[in-house]
């Protein structure tokens, strides 16, 4: 909503820097988002006020030597007159018209030194005025245009008005059009035009709960309301005095819950002129092209008081109505379409009509969607039947906002009226905006105002009544304040209050729709006195009991463990699509299991919920090989499997891990050139189950998703708890890893789900030993089929008490060792708690070792 | 005999000084007091002696060795030290090299920007309670005071899903009923971390997925000018201890009364930059007291209870602290980008 300050002026007396009463206002609610100035410090071109005055026209001659070229004389405030060189053709009518200061005639004058914007070139040029003779006549000084003063771009005449045209005439009062604080009388020539003209104009943003803001008055009653002053609203006087409306117009509402109110009023002999200039002006300081009077009043009525209105040709109706029921009144209906019913509005577009969009019509078929856009059958053209005037049905009707809402978005049209429509106008502001234009039609427009008033409002809403207790208020505010502390406040806003003694008892005004009960109340309340004048207090409510958080405390502990291990974290996109996912499973049957799938995707390949999270950080990983050497990657977070019944998907943590490219991170003292291998990643998931405190055993399996060979399931207990391996290159190519040929490309996938609740909260630790412990190197001869972890295990429960480590140092095969064989050479460690070992001891132990893993493994000691 | 000893001692005592460096003392003892040096060998001359002749030639010949000893000990010591001393010489380093890179990892810098909001808002007893990204519309928007075809409900734009009434969290708010209807009776104090989703155009400024984290305290004794308090304190805790807070009403159909906070701009100190627009004032987060038919749908009585709510945006934090332009970096997941956090 954009706002004049010089408009707001008509309804409420301030002085306030702008800067002020944009903060205000922002404070209060209605976020002031920019402040564009016009002529005033501050604007892109500031109006000299020494250089660039108001003028008076004396007298226009026709210059001796230039067809195309006036002479006007013009009277600036000075002790002598300026006379221009122009060739303005707005001023060629009053050549040789003698001395024309009866007239009133006014214009701007820039003087040598101002600086303007160039009319003659395109866009905003400035440019410095300097003297230079024109045809042989000395000229210093200029009367400009728009576009020369950075108003609009209208640069075909000079601006050149009567003092009344810049004079708001539309209210009872006559205010100035600015009214700076020293008071100007914009007649006096040798104002400066920043007095007169020169305004600043904010930009308000519209929440859902300040529908009230979206016109003028509405934006006038808050500032008064937050400094303090008295609010004047317009007047709905009106003066009646043409032929009886009865008989003429009559008007049925088919839905009153879909338009609760309709009226209508008849203007006759209305003058298809432009509007007057101070009109013009505003409209266009808030964006609006001036088109002629009757538009004109009809969008200023909107914006200043904030009921949309529209305005059928009379005469094209009475028309229709000669057929319908010749000698019978216009029948306005306003109904929801037949199937099938089309409507061509003012723009031309012709829309398809969905069950709900409520119309208006007569009987001979439509004329506008109702509190949207008008027809293009009944527009009012200029000079339509080449007749001077226009008769004007005028109508002001209230619509149901939702319906609006749905209606406008349905048929995509976006109108100003839609726009305060769909936020909700009370139905009485329907008889005010009614008044007000019909008032205007007649003072600017010469209309004729029929007398009596075509008004359908069967069901006036009830007036919203709040009780207002006092400790409720204090309770949530924090505020002390008394009743009628409150009360004056709430007034302000234009509540009606009745202090009950124990309560208020408040009305909320019409304009309020937002009010429901005392809560809304305290917010007005909260607003008015100030959100920064409220104390900042610590909470001295209760602490609640303290609950413990395990499952967040340990994802927490796995982000750090992985940190800490030389993984990276990411955090990718959750809405991915099928086919992204089963890039992970090539050659083999997709994921049948159903998606959480958007009906309104962003985008046709992210379309469901992620079913894996492995898929994420292989396009994460995907997108670092293009410059990344080392890339070693995790991320914790939902998948989203859709249950068997019940409406909501699981939503299950997983871990992802995947590593590829240098072990070490690039450095000229660099380690080693070694690519990162199955072992680089077991290495990583032993030292983090480690951390964990968590028991988990490798089993050799195959997946599509990895190489075969080289993937291993993860079993803590029974239960698998995830994958890991070396992935399938058809996984790698489906990513498009840019990796080197046979690089591997490490990856795991864990359940946290699972994994999380095995974390133990308490475990043993190992006393130190004192005694010293006895080292023996052990080389085992297997079969090549027997897991590693099987010896090592073996080791383990074959070793007793004494046995306190195991620590696989070689594994050979090959040409030394019978086929089929392998060697597995083993650091062991003996260690007694209370005494130092013997040889004897330790043989000993050996001996038992070998005996029991002969008998399990049929392993033999390595000769 | 005497003289042949006092000849050797003068030999050697010349050839110590003679000897320079840590090998050729050594080679100087060995061929001096070793078990073939020379003066080692005059102790075989004691048996050719008389018996009166022995003691002065024996007392003199163990005061030579002893002399060479010490001497040779001085003189070995300080040849040591000079070894040590080039040692450490030769072995200097340009202490300015870049050193060798450890292999590491970090968390994400949404996961380091929820740590410290769960640190700072946990010191003041708001525990972490997470709820689902698909949520029903009714958690989402209706028990939020959000009817269909409301106005609000075009400030987010929401994903739905093929399921009818479900769709993708549009705020973290969404957790606000499941928290209340957990903890009635109890009061509560809980942050509601997590990934929101809204349909908007990805741009430099917006995306369609983010995290937010809502605030949310409820109890008998809760008050607008608590939420300021909190929240100042919050901001002071976040932002630096000199940060200036400032309310403004604003609408949130699930608060009332409601309010934007800012703080003052860190960058520039309030004075004004292009990070604060020139109004010395940073958009933080939306907060408001709880809604009554907000706190009714989550089982508190709106006459007895008053609770107060605010929606943060982790990735507005970072942007701010660090100097972000661009949002979509954040699940871009370049390394080059999270590496420097
Ligand atoms: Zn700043």
Known sequence: MRVPLSWLRDYVDFDLPIDEVAELLTNGGLEVESITAVGLPGAELEWDRERI?????????????????VLATVDYGAAETKTVVTGAPNLFPYIGRGDLSAEGLFSPLALEGATLYDGHKDGRVKAKLKGRPLRGIYNDAMLCSEKELGISDEHEGIILVTSDELRVTSSDRSSPVARHPSLVTPDLPGTPLADVLGDAVLEIAILPNTARATSIIGV????????????RPPSYDVVMDGPSIDGRVTLSTENPELNPRFVAMVIEGVRQTPSPYWMQYRLRLVGQRPINVVVDISNYVMLEVGQPNHTFDYDVLRRRADVYAPGDPIHIVTRLPHPGETLTTLDGATHKLEPYNILVTDPAGNLSVGGIMGGLESEITDGTSGAATTNVLLEAAAWDFINIRR??????IHTEAAYRFSRGVHPSLAMLGARRAAELLRQLAGGTVAQGIVDNYPRPPEPVVVDLDPVYARKLSGLDLSLDQMGEMLARLGFTVENQGDRLRVVAP?????????????????????????????LADTLPPQRSNVKLEREERVRDTLVRLGLQEVWSYRITSAAREARLLPGAPPDDRPYVTLSNPPAPDRNVMRHTILSSVMEAASNNTRHAERVALFEIGEVYISGEDGLLPDELTRLAMVMTGKRDPRSWAAGSEAKFDFLDLKGVLDAFFADLHVEIAYEATSHPTYRPGRTARLLAGERQIGLMGELHPGVVKGFELRVDRDQPVLAADLDLEALLPLIPNFYRYDSLLTYPPVREDLALVVDVGVPAAAVESALRQSGGVLLRDVTLFDVYEGSQLPPGKKSLAYHLTFQAPNRTLTDEDVSKQRGRLLRLLEQQLGAKLRE | MLEELENKYKEATDALDAAEGRAALEAWYRDTLGKKGGIYLLTRNLGALSAEERPAYGRRLNEVKAGLEAAYGEKLALAEDAELQAQIAAGALDVTLPGRKPAEGRVHIITRTLRDLYRVFGDMGFQVYRTRDVETDEMN????????????????????????????RTHTSAGQIRAMRDYYPEPIRVVLPGMCYRNEQVTARSEMQFTQLELLAVGDNITFADLKGTLTEFARRMFGADRQTRFRASYFPFTEPSAEMDISCFLCNGKGCNICKYTGWLEILGCGMVHPTVLRNGGYDPQKYFGFAAGLGPERIAMLKYGIDDIRQFWANDLRFLEQF
């Open chain 1, 53 to 69: 005055v108001l003028g008076r026209l004396l007298r226009v001659e026709q210059h001796p030597d230039a067809d195309r070229l």
């Open chain 1, 510 to 538: 019409d304009h309020r729709m937002d009010i429901e009960g005392p809560h809304d109340l305290v917010e007005e309340i909260c607003r008015i006195y100030g959100y920064d004048r409220i104390p900042s207090t610590r």
């Open chain 2, 141 to 168: 928007f209706e028990l939020l005071n959000f009817p269909p075809h409301h106005p609000a409900r075009e400030m987010q734009d929401s994903f739905y899903t093929t399921d009818e009434g479900v769709i993708l």
């Open chain 1, 407 to 412: 209606s406008a978005n349905a048929l995509d």
């Open chain 1, 220 to 231: 006038a009653r808050e500032l008064a309301a937050l400094i303090g002053a008295e609010f």
